[in-house]
């Protein structure tokens, strides 16, 4: 039988409820998310486009412990390097995402060094985990459709304060409105 949005969610309550770690918690949240991506039905079609002109980015379920949002990159859209203050866990429904990873090193004031650990094509179906300690990435649709992915996070980025990296390390406040969220 396939897997419901209704049941990832119960999962996730499931698992949050007992577990606050969250390399834990991550863990086993990934192959939950793995299977939930394999069956783009599972997202009412609505929550797969974007609407016009604008990223897509939907909230599908806010609890305490966790939220599950459906992202819509367009052509060309990017997030440049920025942390999240939280666990996630990302999964591709369709088409593909370059996501690149960074360690960060301060140096002092509001310069940083920005490390590039790897760069990952994501392709249908894969997922990408974001832990204390790597939780820092760049975002880029390089293709010419649109790509939709899950995104789980342990808290809701809307309005929580992060930090986001220029190529020079030059770091900002990030503080994502509602439809920037990532
Ligand atoms: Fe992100």
């Known amino acids: ?7 990832f969610v119960a999962d996730l309550d499931r698992i949050t409820r007992a577990e606050s770690d969250a390399t834990v918690i991550t863990e086993r949240v990934v ?3 793995a299977e939930l991506v394999k069956q783009p039905d ?3 079609a609505e929550y797969r486009r974007s609407p016009d002109g604008q990223r897509g980015r939907y909230m599908l379920h806010r609890a305490p ?3 599950v949002t459906a992202v819509i990159w367009r052509p060309g859209d990017r997030a440049g390097a920025h942390n999240h203050e939280t666990w996630g866990v990302i999964g591709v429904i369709d088409n593909e995402i370059e996501e690149t990873r960074y360690r960060i090193t301060q140096m002092g004031g509001e310069r940083a060094q920005l490390e590039k650990l790897g760069v990952t094509r994501h392709g249908p179906g894969a997922i990408s985990r974001l832990t204390p300690g790597d939780e820092i990435h760049a975002m880029h649709n390089p293709t010419q459709r649109d790509t939709v992915e ?3 996070y342990g808290r809701d980025l809307a309005g929580l304060k992060r930090r ?7 770091e900002k406040p990030l503080v994502s409105p509602k439809y920037l969220n990532c």
């Open 1 to 7: 039988m396939a897997y419901t949005l209704a049941q």
């Open 42 to 44: 599972a997202i009412p």
């Open 150 to 152: 899950i995104h789980v």
């Open 164 to 170: 986001t990296w220029s190529d020079d390390g030059t």
């Open 31 to 33: 192959p939950l998310l």
């Open 65 to 67: 412990q966790f939220n």
